[in-house]
């Protein structure tokens, strides 16, 4: 589905939890479908840390997601403050403890490009440089966080490009994912390559970044009972980082 043309972000208070945890089946039906195709690789590695081969962990995912809509399990979130990426991972573990592949039964029906992009999930996995230190549970939140990430500036990419304002997204992304500053960057010849002035430039990443704080506080509200939790989540999602030498998001 094309959550973009749907919009994403219907209110403040409609959040993907809130549609997960409706009685109404076509409306969590949806909501658990935009779930897939947005946060199934994570899941996908929380289950392959656990040992599962590449069918396996996606017979496991799919068994996974029937059965949280089949059991209504999104009511009980409350459980896990309200957040839907520890009730996920609390859950899938759970889920794992009894599952085997002789139940891989029932499955979840998705879209075309859900089912393209679940198919990918071993072609990422495999290029991934984990060690012993990470746990299923560390990768869970990493991934989840970078998902975030990800799914946000694909946003910007998007609008940038309608705009045609395309090379000026693609000089400004890296600058933010290396931490949204301009010190240290060539400052004169990137902004002379786009036709710009520095003082220009600077302005122009300041809105980048400004448009980028918004939209990922407002992702992750889409992941909480509470949106005025943001805040402690976005610090949970940045603790993900810190324990990586991997990329490094700029606050938000």
């Not at 943001?230 to 949970?236: F, I, R, S």
């Amino acid at each position: 589905m094309n959550t973009h043309a749907q919009g994403h972000f219907p209110s403040t208070d409609w959040t993907l939890i809130s549609r997960l945890r409706s009685r109404h089946e076509t409306v969590a039906m949806t909501a658990l479908e935009e779930l897939c195709a947005a946060y199934h690789y994570p899941l996908y590695c929380f289950i392959r840390r656990r040992g599962l081969t590449h069918h396996d962990a996606q017979d496991a995912l799919q068994d996974f997601l029937a059965k949280l809509l089949r059991n209504e399990s999104l009511q009980g979130t409350h459980q896990e403050q309200g957040r839907l990426r520890g009730f996920l991972s609390t859950a899938l573990s759970r889920f794992l403890l009894n599952w085997h592949r002789s139940h891989a039964n029932e499955r979840l029906n998705v879209s075309i490009e859900a089912e393209q992009e679940l198919a990918r999930n071993e072609e990422r996995f495999q290029k991934e440089k984990l060690t012993d230190r990470d746990t299923p549970e560390r990768v869970f939140e990493r991934k989840w966080a970078q998902e975030m990430l990800r799914r946000v500036l694909a946003e910007m990419e998007d609008d940038y490009r309608r705009k045609e304002k395309l090379p000026l997204y693609q000089a400004l992304r890296p600058v933010v994912l290396a931490g949204g500053s301009l010190v240290g960057e060539a400052t004169q010849e990137l902004a002379a390559s786009l036709g710009m002035t520095p003082a220009a430039l600077r302005v122009a990443l300041s809105r980048f970044l400004g448009d980028y704080r918004d939209r990922l506080r407002r992702e992750v509200q889409q992941t909480l009972a509470n949106p005025d939790d943001v805040d402690e989540e976005l610090a949970c999602l940045a603790r993900a980082f810190e324990r990586t030498d991997r990329m490094t998001p700029p606050s938000a």
